[in-house]
């Protein structure tokens, strides 16, 4: 089975490099976020045209979003309201009636990390402790965890780790946070377990550098994670970069992974 994630920064405005991406890959379930649409207005039929006819999606107006399309049946759809926000963040279903698949799209965060001066951070940290709290509960199903987590945990996973230590997505907090839900929660960060720690690696980089493939000041916001027992399932993974070059793309790049379920 094929898995893709993929922010896509507003799926109408973008149906198309989603279609694509889906046929070109032949993507057999693929999750997005930052739909940006409400469901009335979720581009269903456009999907279930090339095959795509099992599609959970909650979303709302300009913000936000999360969908997850399928050619597999899913089943047991469901979401948690984190934080009482009431905001669309997080869908999951079941695969095969006993692998989880969850897809969030956690807070960016602002643009100060303080958690007593920003609410938009204080949001963030919140959201990440529930998530920790959650996983935490039950460590016996088999889960596959993706999205937008809007961190980069490690050094390498930004241009420069120095310079961005201060940053939102780059914090001590942050980084911290996120590395304590993968090892409390028994999970692996599949790009990390095919790419080595040493190596860079990105799934977004700004709208700002025009020249973003020279000057590569990129971040590994977007990540693909599986229950540990599950990893030597796991066929092959990849961020697919090309994506970023497509007209009018989306500032995020999808991750796609072959996994045996």
């Not at 070109?24 to 095959?51: A, H, V």
């Not at 990440?128 to 996983?135: G, H, I, V």
């Not at 590994?220 to 066929?235: A, C, E, G």
Request: proline share 3%.
């Amino acid at each position: 089975m094929r898995i893709a994630t993929w922010n896509i920064n507003s799926v109408r405005l973008r149906l198309e490099q989603v279609l694509r991406l889906i046929k070109d890959q032949n993507i057999n379930i693929i999750c997005l976020q930052e739909t940006k649409t409400q469901d009335e207005y979720f581009p269903y039929d456009s999907f279930k045209k090339i095959g795509m006819n099992y599609q959970y999606y909650r979303g709302e107006k300009s913000y936000n979003g999360v969908a997850i399309l399928s050619n597999f049946k899913l089943e047991d759809e469901n979401f948690i309201n984190w934080c009482g926000k009431n905001d669309t963040r997080h869908i999951s279903v079941k695969l095969n009636k006993n692998i989880e698949l969850h897809n969030f799209y956690i807070p960016a965060g602002g643009d100060e990390p303080d958690i007593l001066k920003n609410p938009k951070f204080d949001h963030k940290i919140s959201f990440l402790n529930e998530m920790k709290q959650y996983f935490l509960k039950d460590k016996t199903t088999n889960k596959i965890l993706v999205g937008d987590l809007n961190i980069a945990p490690l050094e390498n996973d930004v241009w420069s780790h120095k310079q961005l230590l201060n940053v939102v997505s780059h914090t001590p907090i942050e980084t911290e946070t996120l590395l304590g839900i993968i090892q409390s929660g028994e999970w692996a960060d599949v790009m990390r377990e095919i790419v080595p720690f040493s190596e860079k690696l990105y799934s977004w980089w700004s709208y700002r550098n025009r020249n973003w493939e020279v000057s590569n000041r990129g971040r590994r916001l977007d990540h693909f994670w599986v229950s540990k027992k599950l990893f030597s399932q796991v066929k092959s993974g990849v961020i697919y970069k090309d994506t970023r070059a497509w007209e009018r793309p989306s500032d995020h790049v999808p991750i796609i992974v072959d996994i045996d379920i």
